[in-house]
Antibody, heavy 120, light 111 residues
Framework: QLQLQESGPGLVKPSETLSLTCTVSGGSISSSSYYWGWIRQPPGKGLEWIGSIYYSGSTYYNPSLKSRVTISVDTSKNQFSLKLSSVTAADTAVYYC????????????WGQGTMVTVSS | QSVLTQPPSVSAAPGQKVTISCSGSSSNIGNNYVSWYQQLPGTAPKLLIYDNNKRPSGIPDRFSGSKSGTSATLGITGLQTGDEADYYCGTWDSSLSAHVVFGGGTKLTVL
């Protein structure tokens, strides 16, 4: 049973860089059938896709966040990571990592999510 | 303002049927598969429907999906109190910068 687990600081100061890692267990991140993605959800609001990465390193980013986002993959550790720079209070959210099926563009497996608060 | 438009809320009585709409455009729903997600309070979203109308293993056939043109619909029959949740549609948008888009979400209340 494939599982995803987010990890990283729960509190980040304004203007600093938010860094999260998603560890994939029970399966390989190097599967050719899937992308791996980050989605966030501000308190009381809807889902916002941040970006996705293929095991080869190919990336797609949300145009509204592209200038501040970097997603990378480490196949040796079966992990992928998110970096979001110059954060503000508007970046406070639950951050989810998820597996994205390449053909159907559906996120079929999600991590439990991790709350990140931006505050001094 | 989400690219995909959903009603903020819907409600129905236990045992009844409800539909949730998701409206988009030719750059997203019109030319790509639609998926639907259920988010129970305090939990991560869960995939309910993919490829417009397919159900992952373990999802009961009370849940159904359809697509016509630039709109998609999620249907839930035999409503149960446990179906109270937020529901989101999602798809790929093939505009200038290809990216994933979600609807704003619909809160289902089972009266």
């Amino acid at each position: 049973q494939l599982q995803l687990q987010e990890s990283g600081p729960g509190l980040v100061k304004p203007s600093e860089t938010l860094s999260l890692t998603c560890t994939v267990s029970g399966g390989s991140i190097s599967s050719s059938s899937y992308y791996w993605g980050w989605i966030r959800q501000p308190p009381g609001k809807g889902l916002e896709w941040i970006g996705s990465i293929y095991y080869s390193g190919s990336t797609y980013y949300n145009p509204s966040l592209k200038s501040r986002v970097t997603i990378s993959v480490d196949t040796s550790k079966n992990q992928f990571s998110l970096k979001l720079s110059s954060v503000t209070a508007a970046d406070t959210a639950v951050y989810y990592c998820a597996r994205l099926h390449k053909l159907s563009d559906a996120f079929d497996i999600w991590g439990q999510g991790t709350m990140v608060t931006v505050s001094s | 303002q989400s690219v995909l438009t959903q009603p903020p809320s819907v409600s129905a009585a236990p045992g009844q049927k409800v539909t949730i709409s998701c409206s988009g455009s030719s750059s997203n729903i019109g030319n790509n598969y639609v998926s639907w997600y259920q988010q129970l309070p305090g939990t991560a979203p869960k995939l309910l429907i993919y490829d417009n109308n397919k159900r992952p293993s373990g999802i009961p056939d009370r849940f159904s999906g359809s697509k016509s043109g630039t709109s998609a619909t999620l249907g839930i029959t035999g409503l149960q109190t446990g179906d109270e949740a937020d529901y989101y549609c999602g798809t790929w948008d093939s505009s200038l910068s290809a990216h994933v888009v979600f609807g704003g979400g619909t809160k289902l209340t089972v009266l």
